[in-house]
């Protein structure tokens, strides 16, 4: 794994290939992938239109999902009661790909976030934290969604310690 000067390497705990997880690693990269035919014509799975669909997706707006949601989840593998989890998480998906290896406090110190927008962010309620979390996330490029993805869904104390950890542990550019 490549490291830059200071970045703490995300122990193998952070990066198993859980269930959840990988799924949602998966659904990443698909959206992001593009495949090169035997004429060296460049193809991608979900178009820049149906990644804009994805990226406008609101459970406000929304009654019935655009075609991309339907052709990313598989059937049968979301959970309904967990629609306005679907609809937070899929246009972060879109805007920021998956890269592997930072977690996501030391990916958001190096970005600059403050610190008090980060602490207030993780003491917020799962719905909330959903809510502000394009706004958190605006200035990354990429993130491990391994890791973000199911503190995303399941807003355990445990992560939030561990984004907070990583996040003040972090040295800062001065």
Same mark, same amino acid.
């Given at each position: 794994?490549?490291? +830059?000067?200071?970045?703490?390497? !995300?122990?193998?705990? @952070?990066?198993?290939? &859980?269930? *959840?997880? &990988? +799924?949602?690693?998966?659904?990443?990269?698909?959206? %992001?992938?593009?495949?090169?035919?035997?004429?060296?014509?460049?193809? @991608?799975? +979900? &178009?820049?239109?149906?990644?804009?669909?994805?990226?406008?997706?609101?459970?406000?707006?929304?009654?019935?999902?655009?075609?991309?949601?339907?052709?990313?989840?598989?059937?049968?593998?979301?959970?309904?009661?967990?629609?306005? *989890?679907?609809?937070?998480?899929?246009?972060?998906? !879109?805007? %920021?790909?998956?890269?592997?290896?930072?977690?996501?406090?030391?990916?958001?110190?190096?970005?600059? !976030?403050?610190?008090?927008?980060?602490?207030?962010?993780?003491?917020?309620?799962?719905?909330?934290?959903?809510?502000?979390?394009?706004?958190? *996330? &605006?200035?990354?490029?990429?993130?491990?969604?391994?890791?973000?993805?199911?503190?995303?869904?399941?807003?355990?104390?445990?992560?939030?310690?561990? !984004?907070?950890?990583? +996040? *003040?542990?972090?040295? @800062?550019?001065?």
């Amino acid at each position: 794994m490549n490291q +830059f000067p200071g970045q703490r390497p !995300v122990p193998p705990a @952070r990066t198993a290939r &859980s269930g *959840f997880s &990988s +799924f949602v690693r998966t659904l990443a990269e698909r959206i %992001h992938k593009v495949e090169v035919d035997r004429d060296e014509k460049r193809h @991608r799975e +979900f &178009s820049s239109g149906d990644q804009a669909m994805l990226r406008r997706l609101s459970p406000e707006r929304d009654t019935v999902p655009p075609e991309a949601y339907w052709r990313l989840l598989p059937q049968g593998e979301t959970d309904w009661s967990q629609r306005a *989890f679907w609809y937070a998480l899929l246009p972060l998906l !879109v805007r %920021h790909p998956h890269a592997e290896g930072t977690s996501l406090g030391t990916a958001l110190a190096r970005a600059g !976030v403050s610190e008090a927008r980060v602490e207030r962010w993780l003491r917020r309620t799962a719905r909330d934290a959903r809510a502000d979390a394009p706004r958190l *996330f &605006s200035r990354l490029v990429t993130v491990d969604w391994t890791e973000a993805g199911p503190l995303l869904r399941y807003w355990r104390q445990r992560d939030r310690w561990r !984004v907070a950890d990583d +996040f *003040f542990s972090t040295p @800062r550019e001065q």
